[in-house]
């Protein structure tokens, strides 16, 4: 019979800690979008064009990107006056790669391009992962740069992506993200700083530190955001 109580005890506990759990994402969540300007706010963003001083093994290297949310992405990243291009769309990708010998457009992966997403998303994945089939796990606090972030783990897949926010601004201050290309693993970690809210009352994260075992450290700062100009996914689109 004490048995039998532990048991079934063991059992509520269970249940019970599920829809806590839930709810303990979603208030994040909702905490995460009030953040960045609001839901409504989020989805009056459709464009943006950003320029960035890029630092690589102390190498100085100017890019420009292009996005319009839900569609595509180009990245044009100068070195050495050459120019390598990345294009993303919901479904395909390339990328024009001279430092590796490659002139012409080649195709991205498709679980590159998966892992990608994200960038066409105004906010993060974070912003609408239940809409886009992510299950979602909150995973308590962890410490980054010194702060208890609340650590949020989202996965579909062989695709993880791991949110660390801010107790207090409830910024993303870290993201993770570990998916499989070409049957290997990557990883990859975000470290976001300097938020700041634009005219227009959008919120970016102005500093990053990128870092993974192909590239190492790359250091990013926004220096130009333009937001909802007349972007063509055409010249988007263009390998030249």
């Known amino acids: 019979m004490k048995k039998l109580k532990f048991a079934i005890l063991a059992v509520l506990i269970s249940i019970m800690a599920i829809p806590v759990q839930a709810q303990t994402v ?18 009056a963003l459709k464009n943006i064009f950003i320029e960035t001083n890029m630092e690589v093994m102390g190498m100085q290297m100017p890019a420009k990107q292009w996005i319009i949310y839900g569609t595509a992405s180009r990245q044009e990243v100068a070195f050495q006056g050459q120019k390598m291009v990345t294009f993303i769309a919901k479904d395909k990708g390339w990328m024009i790669n001279p430092l590796m010998g ?38 308590g606090k962890d410490t980054v740069n010194n702060i208890a972030a609340h650590k949020i783990i989202l996965s579909r897949g062989n695709y993880e992506s791991t949110f660390y926010l801010d107790p207090n601004s409830y910024y993303v201050i870290r993201n993770i993200v570990k998916t499989e290309v070409d049957q290997q693993t990557v990883t990859q970690t975000t470290d976001f700083s300097d938020y700041r809210k634009t005219p227009e ?9 990128i870092s993974n075992a192909m590239v190492g450290e790359i250091k990013s700062s926004i220096s130009k955001i333009e937001i909802n100009t007349s972007l063509d996914i055409k010249a988007m689109e263009q390998t030249n």
Do not use: C
């Open 26 to 43: 979603d208030e994040l969540q909702a905490s995460y979008i009030k953040a960045l300007g609001g839901k409504e706010n989020l989805s």
């Open 102 to 139: 490659s002139t012409e457009a080649r195709p991205i992966p498709d679980d590159a391009v998966k892992a990608a997403e994200g960038t066409l998303i105004a906010g993060s994945e974070l912003t609408d992962y239940k809409a886009r089939g992510f299950t979602a796990v909150y995973k």
């Open 201 to 209: 009352g959008f919120v970016f994260a102005y500093n990053a530190v």
